[in-house]
């Protein structure tokens, strides 16, 4: 049977652990906000390479053509890598091409710099809907690196559900009362220390919670 166009749910017996490199998916997922970043803070010297990018506009619409380009070429290599697409970069995808379209063809920055804004809220208001009917939806994200009972994984998505309201929050914050350049800056620089100390202070919850774990003691119990 040939695998789904979308990754399993975390539940169903026949999903198996990805064996693509962590590091190689770190790239994928991070690597288009770094070619943003980068496009942003040098498109003349771009330009100047690749004049044909001057049709696009000032740094920002340069820097939102690549990100588009960035993101496609970073969906295109999972699904050669692993015959899947993994759910969230698949929604984080399409909101970028909508936006990044109407940011380029409009010539308003507004619609990419409010990207952050309705990814991170879509993302949370799916994962706390996800809670009132009674689904831990973070397992599509973490299932391949952690082994959560139930309650473990209710309390991480209703954390995870606020962090993502909290990150379009801080977007909203920073775009709206701070420059284009200081915006990139914080997008990349800032989001992601946030998100990894944020990520970090979830271990205690995780290691309560973990299966392995029960299971091991479990075992030296029986001995």
Known sequence: MNPPILERDPSDPQKKKESVN??????????????????????????????VLAEFGGPLF?????????????LAASWLLMRTLP???????????????????????VFI????????????????GGLYFGRSLLGYVFDSAF????????????????????????NEV????????????FKVWGIMPITLLFTFSQ???????????KTENAEKAGK
């Open 87 to 109: 759910i969230m970069p698949l929604v984080s995808g399409v909101v970028v091409f909508i936006f990044g379209a109407l940011t380029l063809y409009l010539q308003d920055d």
């Open 62 to 74: 340069v820097a939102t053509a690549l990100f588009m380009a960035a993101t496609a070429v970073a």
């Open 113 to 128: 710099k409010m990207k952050p804004t309705i990814v991170n809220t879509l993302f949370g208001g799916v994962l706390l």
């Open 147 to 170: 082994r959560l009972d139930a309650e473990g994984w209710r309390k991480l998505t209703f954390r995870w559900g606020l962090f993502f309201l909290f990150l379009a929050l801080a």
């Open 22 to 51: 962590p590091l190689l998916k770190l790239v994928l997922e991070l690597g288009p906000l770094m070619v943003f970043f980068f496009a942003n803070a040098r498109s003349a010297w771009l330009v100047q390479k690749l004049p």
């Open 174 to 185: 920073v775009w709206r009362n701070f420059s284009t350049d200081f915006w990139v800056t």
């Open 203 to 213: 271990m205690p919850l995780i290691l309560r919670h973990s299966l392995d774990d």
